[in-house]
Nanobody
Framework: QVQLVESGGGLVQPGGSLRLSCAASESIFSINPMAWYRQAPGKQRELVATITSGGSTNYADSVKGRFTISRDNAKNTVYLQMNSLKPEDTAVYYC????????WGQGTQVTVSS
């Protein structure tokens, strides 16, 4: 059973940056793909970014050019670098990994506000 633990959320002003981390309990070579989702209050959970074991990435249109997903296989960790944050990026961000079935982290709150 894979465990995913997110960290790095917090309160940031518009235009600021945050880096989220997702630490997996086992080698992320076997978890493919990995992804970040987010859920804002009153809205459905939406896909933000994905990364495959080969390093291919995809992004939601709303975050292209501002967010970057990456992975450190040696640390079994996936990151989401978020720049130029906007109030509409406020949400709980969840890490997701697929290995036979899907696994979710517990989520980390990101609040963008002045």
């Amino acid at each position: 059973q894979v465990q995913l633990v997110e960290s790095g959320g917090g309160l940031v002003q518009p235009g600021g940056s945050l880096r989220l981390s997702c630490a997996a309990s086992e080698s992320i070579f076997s978890i493919n793909p990995m992804a970040w989702y987010r859920q804002a209050p009153g809205k459905q959970r939406e896909l933000v970014a994905t990364i495959t074991s080969g390093g291919s990435t995809n992004y939601a249109d709303s975050v292209k050019g501002r967010f970057t997903i990456s992975r450190d296989n040696a640390k079994n960790t996936v990151y989401l670098q978020m720049n130029s944050l906007k109030p509409e990026d406020t949400a709980v961000y969840y890490c997701f990994g697929l290995q036979a079935r899907g696994y979710w982290g517990q989520g980390t709150q990101v609040t963008v506000s002045s």
